[in-house]
């Protein structure tokens, strides 16, 4: 495939994947947080316990907007950390939405479930067969040539927009994981010997 195409396809791609990740939803949660922070900073000062719990809504909507899902504080240091550390945005972001970073006695790991894996083959299979049995009909089916072409064209696009979609929190996080899998490990554990250092050099206080 020429590589302009491919660009055209990732762009598209780039596009979709907001949509189908329900940023929409959180930028309008964000939106609501925002007026209500406003509200109470009108209604009770910047001090007051009302400005502190919006704030903290504010905060953890905007966190959602960039990441496309809210997540515990523990995550959302993670992905920061993971950013500030030259993991892709787009891969801490699938991460975030299908909740691969876990926390788990009180400390963030990075969830590897092979049932998923397995899932993901069998669903793929499974599609593909549905779709060529669809074209399949589509060119068995009476009608002019014209007529079964646009079918089939309109039968793959549907399957390859809804399939698109449905790898975001399927197949593509697995290809997240096994990319950046040891680098988000290695984070997650210097994060949680941080913690104790900090909680060790409290305790004498």
């Known amino acids: 495939m020429p590589r302009a195409a491919l660009q055209a396809i990732q762009r598209i791609g780039q596009a979709l994947d907001p949509f189908f990740a329900g940023r929409w939803y959180w930028s309008m949660t964000r939106w609501i ?3 209500q922070l406003q509200h109470a900073l009108d209604q009770h000062g ?3 316990m009302q400005v502190r719990q ?3 809504r504010y905060r953890r909507a905007d966190f959602a907007v960039r990441y496309w899902r809210s997540a515990p504080g523990p995550v959302m240091r993670i992905a920061e950390q993971a950013l500030d550390a030259g993991v892709p945005m787009h891969a801490i972001r699938l991460l975030v939405l299908n909740t691969d970073l876990r926390i788990r006695d009180g400390q963030v790991h990075l969830r590897r479930p092979f049932i998923v894996t397995v899932l993901n083959t069998v669903l793929a299979t499974i599609v593909g067969v549905h779709m060529f049995l669809m074209c399949l009909l589509a060119v068995t089916a009476p009608g002019p040539t014209w007529l079964k072409i646009t079918v089939i064209l309109a039968v793959a ?10 790898s975001l929190y399927t197949s593509r996080p697995q290809q997240i994981i096994a990319e950046h899998g040891q680098k988000l490990d290695a984070i997650c554990i210097a994060s949680t010997t941080r913690s104790r250092a900090e909680v060790r050099n409290i305790a004498p206080y």
Not at 157 to 166: D, T
């Open 157 to 166: 696009f549907v399957y390859c927009f809804l399939y698109y979609g449905w």
């Open 33 to 35: 947080a925002e007026r």
């Open 54 to 56: 919006a704030t903290e």
């Open 46 to 48: 910047d001090r007051s």
